[in-house]
């Protein structure tokens, strides 16, 4: 993945943002062009022509990741979806007939994230803020880059400091008072896949961003791997996978990776697993997309997407597995009465 949109929203446009966007919007009732045939509800936005826009908006590619800006502040983020030029289609949805340049959203998310937050990473000067409907120059990328290891990683950082629904209650088990609901799900479960890994005898490493999260009292991050020290791996693959949310080892041997999704977006876990198989295509490691288990037909799908298949088809000693947060529970609550297993999952 080699682009980030940025797209501003003007304060006269706000209204039809959350009514199509924020909200999926409802096209029954509208004559769609083909690549949107299947799509009757979906969050769909657009922007005007223009040269240099066009030449934007025909690199989008499904899956990459943009940040929406108004008044002082990234406010949402999101994926490309399907992308359509046509007039008609605008005029239809907002009334406009200047925005010809449509595309659907997908894995929207409320976040929170000032211009200088974004602009430093990005190797912007002071004061900047987005002026205009843009992908970021590779200049900007290869200035991220050395913060992260890939626009994935830094996106999925960035996600992380979206806006939380309100504080806990004195009563709530879970991680600190900022985190909303899936927050203190996310840190619940990777709880759970800490403490099965240190009963089971193996060293746990926690996503280098997670570390200082509290479950029951307990920071994640205790009794845990402080680096992640792998010989014969590169730097690049390392930081890679410091980001997986849990990794149990056996010495400095891998032995299994957990992705834990409370949310709806599962993209970036199963990225990042690929990424790694990618690079040490003959590394022996089971990976696990841990979610919900409502969510189970969703991460199957995913799990199936060319993109990742392609990757993951020719593998011979990694698999990749879902992982129910109820399994997990009811795991942990085995292991508490009657000790270790033999095969954790």
Known sequence: MSRLYIAPIGSDWMERFERTVASPVDLS?????????????????????GQQKRRYFTAMETGDPILFYSDGEFFASGRVGATVQDVSLGEAIWGSDDSGYIYTVTDYEPIS??????????????????????????????????????IE?????????????????????????????DG????????????????????????????????????????????????????????????????????????????????????SGILRMTDFVTRVPNFAVDMYIVAAEEDSDDVRKEMTRPTFETVLAPVEHSSLQFLSFGDVRKTYETVEAAGPLQDVF
């Open 29 to 49: 009732d509208i004559e769609l062009p083909p690549a949107l045939e299947d799509k009757q509800e979906v969050r769909i936005w657009g922007t005007t022509e």
């Open 184 to 267: 203190r799900v996310h840190t619940e479960i990777q709880w759970y896949l800490v403490q099965l890994g240190q009963q089971h005898g193996y060293d746990v490493h926690v996503a280098i961003n997670d570390k200082n999260r509290t479950y029951n009292g307990d920071r994640l991050g205790e009794d845990c791997l402080d680096k992640l020290v792998l010989p014969g791996f590169s730097d690049a693959v390392t930081n890679i996978i410091r980001y997986v949310d849990v990794i149990w080892l056996e010495g400095d041997a891998i032995v299994a990776m957990f992705e834990v999704e409370s949310t709806t977006s599962i993209y």
């Open 113 to 150: 994230i000032t211009p200088d937050e974004l602009g430093d990473l990005l190797g912007y000067g002071d004061g900047w803020h987005p002026r205009g409907f843009v992908h970021v120059s590779e200049r900007a990328i290869n200035s991220l880059l050395t913060e992260y290891s890939s």
């Open 153 to 181: 990683e830094a996106f999925q950082d960035l996600r992380s400091s979206e806006p939380t629904t309100g504080p806990s209650g004195p009563d709530d088990e879970g991680g600190s008072e900022e985190e909303g609901d």
